[in-house]
């Protein structure tokens, strides 16, 4: 079943097609990157679905559910959720005061003002096995500024998955990080979005990555879906090679030239 | 689990052991000090709750309001009215009324100001503090303009009659029943507003200061929670100002004037805005400045205004957040 469905999707910055007639489907429990080169309309896409932007025209169907105009707090409650390009964390509040806040915010408990967090041992219990599923018990007590770029790239990931949302967006959880770093990562969150049954869109600029993680590919340009496939069809296709790497031919994604 | 997860809470036994040598001292104090010094630190006692009130939006929620005077005004006018129109002298009428008056205004007046964040939220609570300011002037028929409305001690009772100051010499025994009463609300208080703050609701307060955007993000309905913040705000600073009239004996419409939301927000600076201590040392230490100012020059604002660059330039974080800072260095060597 199709889990999200945008139709004919469009975001237009004046005369900038930022997404343009985008019409895709989603299913249940599937991993999909998204990519495509810079200003093709991923992050846009991703953003106007979260409803951090409005459409300018389209629909968007969330389980069978028209949300084209619903809230971020309406499809967050749905089961949206999202992680940022630029790390988007509460700097002054500590890695574990994070995650509770989400799990509070999930379980309708943060408009409660006479009751102490931390009693709430439920809560806390909880937020140290997300921490722990995303290796950051040790930094529990640390205030999410102080965390390094690729324990705070976790941190931001660890706070949508805290939502148990049904469709969670990734964007670039492995940008400015070292290599070293990018692969464990990434294999932290597959295990768990996997682990967990959660359908995940990813956007991603290395093609290592996405070739080994996605169950399908989405290719955009210009704001619109240029192609999509399978990870093998997509590395044999010679025009989304030469638009992501200006180069084409059989071997052109593992070629190191 | 649970002793883990208790370790990322306040510890309650260093907390006790700092409040419990605090609160003797207090209780004690009368019998060492004169009268002038207890009322002092009455008048420091309620300025606190006003800025623990006001340091929940400031400090928790990352809004700076310039009108607060108007919720410490609501409550101190509210409380005179009742004594002057209908003759009420029960402390505790006084309060519950002035609370009803205060809850109501701020939430009308948060539910414009929220819509709005920065200078533009600070220049709504500022422009709505003026219009209440200009009422008190104007309506002089009912508010005394600026004669203000006289609330005698002699009429007042304390809980629900049990303690009253008729006759002669009374007024010493008032200072010292009205310095317990206001320690006592102002324990309350303090509490409460410590579990406000540690409060799942607290929480999202502060994530919302941090990153609106996510926590938004998170599902936390931002503008709802903000005015919950004000509404919580202004009602403390509501109290604050029932329980200055009495005290203070005249309420007059200086008390809604801008000059007095700097005062509250000097005051919060003052002690630290970002600690939960911070208005409360703030708001003592700034009464007794601004009395030994006054008493010392003419020049008196000057004085402040020297404290205040000094405390902008060299204490930014304030009393309380430079001595923790320090004490923070101490432990880690």
Same mark, same amino acid.
């Given at each position: ?55 300018? /025209? +389209? ?7 028209? @949300?084209?105009? =619903? ?7 749905? &089961? #949206? ?93 492995? /940008? +400015? ?7 464990? @990562?990434?294999? =932290? ?7 967990? &049954? #959660? ?59 | ?333």
């Amino acid at each position: 079943m199709n889990l999200l469905e945008t139709i004919n999707l469009k975001k237009y910055f004046g005369e900038t097609h930022a997404v343009d007639n985008v019409s895709l489907t989603i299913a249940e429990r599937e991993f999909v990157s998204l990519v495509g080169p810079n200003g093709a309309g991923k992050t846009t896409l991703v953003n106007v679905v979260s409803a951090l932007f409005r459409s300018d /025209s +389209g629909k968007i169907l969330f389980k069978g559910d028209d @949300i084209t105009h =619903t809230s971020v707090t309406e499809r967050v409650k749905a &089961g #949206i959720a999202r992680s940022f390009q630029i790390v988007n964390l509460f700097d002054d509040l500590t890695a574990f005061d994070n995650v509770t806040l989400a799990i509070f915010s999930r379980q309708g408990k943060t408009g409660n003002p006479a009751t102490l967090a931390h009693l709430d041992h439920e809560v806390s219990a909880e937020a140290d096995a997300v921490l722990a599923q995303f290796n950051l018990t040790s930094k529990r007590k640390e205030h999410a500024r102080d965390l390094a770029q690729g324990e705070r790239k976790l941190l931001d990931v660890a706070l949508a998955y805290a939502l148990k949302p049904k469709l969670l967006f990734l964007d670039e959880p492995t /940008s +400015g990080v070292s290599t070293r770093d990018k692969g464990q @990562i990434m294999d =932290t969150i597959a295990s768990v979005v996997r682990g967990e &049954g #959660i359908t995940a869109v990813i956007i991603e600029h290395d093609m290592d990555v996405v070739f080994k993680y996605s169950d399908r590919i989405v290719v955009m340009q210009q704001g619109a879906i240029l192609a999509q496939g399978t990870p093998d069809a997509i590395r044999n296709n010679d025009q989304v090679a030469m638009i992501l790497l200006g180069t084409s031919g059989p071997d052109a994604f593992t070629r190191k030239d | 689990m649970q002793n883990d997860a208790s370790r990322t809470g306040p510890s309650m036994l260093l907390i006790l052991a700092c409040v419990i040598p605090i609160l003797v001292v207090l209780v004690a104090l009368p019998k060492f000090v004169d009268t002038y010094q207890i009322q002092l630190l009455t008048y420091g006692l309620i300025y606190a709750i006003a800025g623990l009130g006001f340091n929940l939006l400031l400090g928790y929620t990352g809004l700076l309001s310039f009108g607060h005077s108007a919720y410490f005004g609501l409550g101190a006018y509210s409380a005179a009215f009742m004594a002057k129109y209908f003759g009420v002298g029960s402390m505790e009428i006084y309060i519950l009324g002035g609370l009803l008056i205060t809850g109501l205004v701020s939430a009308a007046f948060g539910y414009i100001c929220v819509r709005h964040t920065r200078i533009f939220f600070g220049i709504l609570t500022l422009a709505l503090s003026q219009v209440l300011w200009t009422l008190a002037y104007k309506f002089f028929w009912v508010t005394g303009g600026t004669d203000g409305l006289r609330v005698p001690f002699a009429n007042l009772t304390l809980l629900g009659g049990l303690i009253d100051f008729k006759g002669r010499d009374t007024y010493q025994a008032f200072t010292q029943s009205y310095y317990y009463y206001v320690l006592f609300l102002f324990c309350i208080c303090t509490v409460f507003m410590w579990v406000i703050v540690h409060s799942p609701f607290g929480k999202a307060l502060q994530a919302i200061r941090d990153n609106e955007t996510r926590a938004q993000f998170l599902g936390v309905r931002i503008r709802h929670y903000r005015w919950f913040a004000f509404l919580l705000s202004g009602s403390f600073t509501g109290l604050a100002g029932i329980l200055w009239v009495p005290l203070n004996g005249l309420v007059t419409p200086d008390i809604l004037y801008w000059p007095f939301s700097g005062e509250i927000v000097f005051m919060t600076v003052l002690g630290g805005f970002r600690t939960f201590t911070g208005p409360i040392v703030g708001a003592v230490v700034f009464n007794y400045l601004k009395v030994y100012a006054v008493a010392s020059t003419a020049y008196w604002q000057l004085l402040l205004g020297v404290v205040l660059v000094v405390l902008v330039l060299a204490l930014p974080t304030g009393i309380v957040g430079t001595l923790s800072r320090l004490f923070g260095k101490f432990r880690k060597r």
